[in-house]
């Protein structure tokens, strides 16, 4: 059983459209991350928020951190091919990090 | 160096064999993590370093899973007596510091293990 539960696993949408991906927990994280990942790298540190409400931006992402520190959302305005890819959120438990199983992510043109 | 190099990229194994794969962090980096991503899915935990202290194992999945990092730089993860259930790619990654106030970890590209 994962601990933080991403929904949806796959999604694919034309290029344009909006689309949101949640990272659930029943955890407490002193922060959670989203990564993104490609295929054949690693994965790459996008954003990190710290404290319950949180929202940041970063061009057309934004991220949201439950007020309870517990919960997270992606959100992707107009998306485009490039943001294809594999997102993954990560929540920090003490000096630990532990993943999502993922929201594959496919931007058609 | 600049980033997180792992080695090999690719491992085909027989089942039953011994593979060793090697993590060179940044130079500096305190602490060094060990994920196993199966096909399709996240990065699932095996063990974390802090300098030469393995402070957290839990993750390994059995004891055939070894790793080790004694002079608190280079990692290596050895798995014993490899299964098909093994195949995965292992993905290291590096941090800064000890505490999680900073915590950006900096992942390399990983090994991709196959057991046939």
């Known amino acids: 059983t994962q601990l933080l539960e991403q929904s949806p696993q796959f999604l694919s949408i034309q290029e344009g459209e909006n689309l949101t991906v949640y990272c659930n927990s029943s955890s407490v994280f002193s922060s959670l991350q989203w990564y993104r990942q490609e295929p054949g790298e690693g994965p790459v540190l996008l954003v990190t928020?710290?404290?319950?409400?949180e929202v940041k931006k970063l061009k057309r992402l934004t991220f949201q951190f439950g007020d309870a520190r517990k919960d997270s959302s992606l959100h992707i305005t107009a998306a485009q091919p490039g943001d294809t890819g594999l997102y993954l959120c990560?929540?920090?438990?003490?000096?630990?990090?532990?993943f999502g199983a993922g929201t594959r992510l496919t931007v058609k043109p | 160096g600049a980033g997180v190099s792992q080695s090999p990229r690719y491992k085909v194994a027989k089942r039953g064999q011994d593979v060793a794969l090697r993590c060179d962090p940044i130079s500096g980096h305190v602490s060094l993590f060990w994920y196993q991503q199966a096909l399709g899915q996240g990065p699932e935990f095996l063990t974390y370093?802090?300098?030469?202290?393995?402070?957290?194992k839990s993750g390994l999945p059995s004891d055939r899973f070894f790793a080790e990092r004694p002079e608190g730089s280079v990692s290596t993860l050895k798995i014993q007596r490899t299964q098909q259930e093994d195949s995965a790619v292992y993905l290291c990654?590096?941090?800064?510091?000890?505490?999680?106030?900073?915590?950006?970890?900096?992942f390399g590209a990983g090994s991709r293990l196959t057991v046939l």
């Open positions: 990654a590096s941090r800064q510091t000890a505490g999680a106030g900073a915590n950006v970890l900096t």
């Open positions: 370093f802090q300098n030469e202290a393995q402070l957290d």
């Open positions: 990560a929540g920090v438990l003490h000096n630990d990090m532990r």
């Open positions: 928020v710290v404290t319950g409400g």
